[in-house]
């Protein structure tokens, strides 16, 4: 398979515990994407990265989101302190540059998180 | 700033019979227009977009859009839905000009009923 994989899918975590999901891109997609949706609503964007760099970060929810693409391939969000508010499906998605917003954006199948 | 406004949250429609999905945008610039399917326990993807050209725009199954500025509308139709076509909808839009991600609407979850 050689789409957008997510892992884990699903996470059941406690209030106050730190949470890492993971993303691998289509490889030959250098822009990285990832999404939070909420029950009954579209996804909001959070961040993307163009290879290893952050371009932008301003709509992440708080301080205790971050996400990380190290070697400009596969992408990390992690959550700290983690509140039942951020329980949600995290989406990730990618494109290549190429067409600039006219791209389509492959989606991953998601990684939904409890948080109790 | 871009928004993007789904006015009907669900939509039960019978088997064969036709169906508009409504989308309305709101943007200061020029933008590009989509439409995204997530059927149960599946990713999003792409069913349509609008770019430029003919604002009439048709998916490989039977769907198509028709890009109205006056409006500022995308809406979405089939004239003859299937059990198969039973997902979730979403329109979205990036303005043409940046690297601003794609902003979607709420969506709209078709139930096609037999």
């Known amino acids: 398979d050689t789409g957008v994989s997510q892992d884990p899918r699903h996470k059941i975590t406690k209030r106050g515990q730190n949470v890492t999901f993971r993303c691998d891109p289509i490889?030959?997609?250098?822009?990285l994407y990832w999404y939070r949706q909420t029950l009954g609503q579209g996804p909001e964007f959070l961040t993307y990265f163009q290879n290893e760099a952050q371009l932008e970060k301003s709509r992440l929810l708080s301080d205790r989101f971050s996400a990380e693409r190290p070697k400009g391939s596969f992408s990390t969000l992690e959550i700290q302190r983690t509140e039942q508010g951020d329980s949600a499906m995290y989406l990730c998605?990618?494109?290549?540059?190429?067409?600039?917003?006219?791209?389509?954006?492959?989606f991953g199948e998601g990684s939904r998180l409890t948080v109790l | 700033a871009q928004s993007v406004t789904q006015l009907d949250s669900q939509v039960p429609v019978f088997e064969e019979a036709p169906v508009e999905l409504r989308c309305n945008y709101s943007?200061?610039?020029?933008?590009?227009l989509f439409w995204y399917v997530q059927y149960p326990n599946q990713g999003l993807q792409l069913l349509l977009k609008y770019l430029s050209g003919s604002t009439l725009v048709e998916s490989i199954n039977g769907f198509e859009a028709e890009f109205n500025k006056s409006q500022t509308s995308f809406h979405l139709r089939k004239p003859s839905v299937h059990i198969s076509d039973t997902a979730e909808y979403f329109c979205a839009v990036s303005p043409r000009v940046g690297n601003t991600p794609l902003v979607f609407g709420k969506g709209t979850r078709l139930s096609v009923i037999a």
């Open positions: 943007s200061s610039v020029s933008v590009y």
């Open positions: 998605a990618s494109r290549t540059r190429q067409g600039s917003n006219t791209g389509e954006l492959f």
């Open positions: 490889s030959e997609h250098n822009r």
